[in-house]
């Protein structure tokens, strides 16, 4: 990577935090140069406006998604195993990434689910493209004979996102500490109630 | 009522409705002055501040909550119907409740729960005394018979939490026309996962 790469990787990991807390919309060129204390003409030749600000910071997101949580999870062997690793590594996201907003995306959902544009839009094919390959996941532990036949893959898929969405909940807004227990019981839960007699 | 809670009335009304879509930090008198076509003076006669009208929002929030989902499901046969009865009507809410922004409370949740004050700690108490009352309604299923002994209370007010958050994404952010289908099947499946045979 060039200079510009590393100065570009690190505006983006911190609007990515800022995000994380401001949501999206309360994302501008302004209040990065600020918080960064640097000029807003330096930023600006980064990022051209604050929409395309946005969009990159999405797909910044979405990348350290993949490479922090899927793309390990994924050399878990195939079948239970790999979804016990979704969720672990999930969570652990949850709980670091990055800096001190919670689940960066959780945190855009709520920001953008009543704003249409080209933020929503990509939001929406990120979200759809996760709980994709959460239910192809499911799938495969079907395939393996781990999980029934009648197994619903996109049943699970939506199941799991609830069990994070309510993880999030308890922690961040309730400071429960009973919020981590809570969510691995719920998805044992889960894969109990899936779970073939052999498995 | 007199006129002035009349108008106190529509306006809370109306800022529920845009707290559900910007936020309760976007929330501000000037705003909802204008909104509304009303003098800023005059709402700040009935508000005095930006806090204390995010503070009665949500205390107008929950009183509604309370009218349209709590006291009325409350009515419902002890047991089973009675969180059936609660589930309903808080998906119903969901939907309806109030103008576009989905359901109030969880949009505040995110909104809020990085940001530190009055109106976060009112928030906190409101959503725990909401998990507060339906651990209590699946005590007394528990105690009915129509759950088993070892059925976690607090366990469950999570997970029905949990899918009722799951609804909220398929449904206000991903447009999925099987969001309710699913939110009705996830907690079918907690449900006969506490079940006694005899229930």
């Known amino acids: 990577m060039g200079k510009g790469d590393t100065t570009r990787e690190a505006i983006l990991r911190h609007a990515v935090g800022l995000a994380s807390r401001v949501g999206l919309s309360g994302l501008s060129i302004g209040r990065l140069a600020q918080e960064l204390d640097l000029s807003k003409s330096g930023l600006f030749s980064h990022?051209?406006?604050?929409?395309?600000?946005?969009?990159?910071?999405?797909?910044?997101?979405?990348?350290?998604?993949?490479?922090?949580?899927?793309?390990?999870?994924?050399?878990?062997?195939?079948?239970?195993?790999?979804?016990?690793?979704?969720?672990?590594r999930w969570l652990a996201w949850s709980e670091s990434e990055p800096s001190s907003g919670g689940c960066f995306f959780v945190a855009m959902v709520t920001d953008l689910d009543d704003r249409p544009g080209p933020s929503r839009d990509l939001l929406v094919t990120l979200q759809?493209?996760?709980?994709?390959?959460?239910?192809?996941?499911?799938?495969?532990?079907?395939?393996?004979?781990?999980?029934?036949?009648?197994?619903?893959?996109e049943q699970f898929a939506n199941d799991m996102y609830g069990v994070m969405l309510a993880y999030h909940h308890a922690s961040r807004l309730l400071a429960d500490p009973a919020a981590e227990a809570r969510a691995r019981r719920a998805l044992a839960s889960l894969l109990d109630a899936g779970r073939t007699a052999a498995s």
Chains 1, 2 share one sequence.
């Open 47 to 88: 990022f051209h406006s604050k929409e395309a600000l946005q969009i990159q910071v999405l797909e910044y997101g979405a990348a350290r998604f993949v490479e922090s949580v899927v793309r390990p999870a994924l050399e878990a062997p195939r079948g239970l195993p790999r979804i016990q690793a979704l969720f672990d």
């Open 128 to 153: 759809r493209s996760w709980m994709g390959l959460l239910a192809d996941v499911v799938r495969s532990v079907v395939r393996e004979g781990q999980f029934r036949p009648d197994v619903d893959p």
